[in-house]
Every structure is written in structure tokens, then in C-alpha cells.
């Protein structure tokens, strides 16, 4: 059995802050877009974008999230746990290009 190094909690943590702050962003300005012009024209396009956005990264919040009570939970072993560390490289990457990575835990579906 190994711990997760509490480095790699840190980073994910991060990565979640970061998550939530885009998600708020991107209501907030999809909020204020629409207050503010309505749903004409291409701002409807840039709604639909900004919905887009928050989903996707609504999404990754809550597969992140599952993917660390879920290592959490069980202990796993220093190998699986290394691979774990390689699919949240992924998302650490993703995340910093800003956009949301594509689904890579599928091994940890709910």
C-alpha cells in the first residue's frame, strides 16, 4: 500500500481551485453578456460558448474530485498510484493550456 504524496494532493487541489475559477468566471460573464445584450445575434453564439465552457469544466471538476477520494479510498499500490500521477499530468497540462482535458479516467467512471 502507499500514500499519496501530499505534493500530489497540493497539485490536485490547485488544479480543482483553478476549475472553480473558471467556472465562476465563465458564469459570471455569460450572466452579465446576457444582461446586458440578450440573447441577439452572436451573442447567442458566445452564450452557447460560455455554457460550453463552464459544462466542460464542471465535468472535470467532478471526475477529478471522484478520482482522488476514489485513490484515497482504496490505497492503492505505489504502481497504481504512479499511473494515477500520469493521468493527473494530464489534466495539470490540460488545465494550464485552459481548456478542459478530454476524458482519460476510464477506469474510474462512477
Known sequence: MAEIPKGTILEILDLMRRLTELINTSAYLELSAFNK???????????EQLQNVKEKAV????????????????????????????????????????????????????
Open 37 to 47: 445584450y440578450g440573447e441577439i445575434g452572436q451573442i447567442a453564439y458566445v452564450l
Open 59 to 110: 465535468s472535470t471538476y467532478t471526475r477529478l474530485s471522484t478520482v482522488l477520494l476514489r485513490i484515497s479510498e482504496t490505497q492503492p499500490s505505489l504502481t497504481a498510484t504512479m499511473s494515477d500521477i500520469a493521468i493527473l499530468f494530464e489534466f495539470r497540462t490540460a488545465v494550464a493550456g485552459g481548456y478542459p482535458p478530454p476524458l482519460v479516467l476510464r477506469n474510474f467512471r462512477s
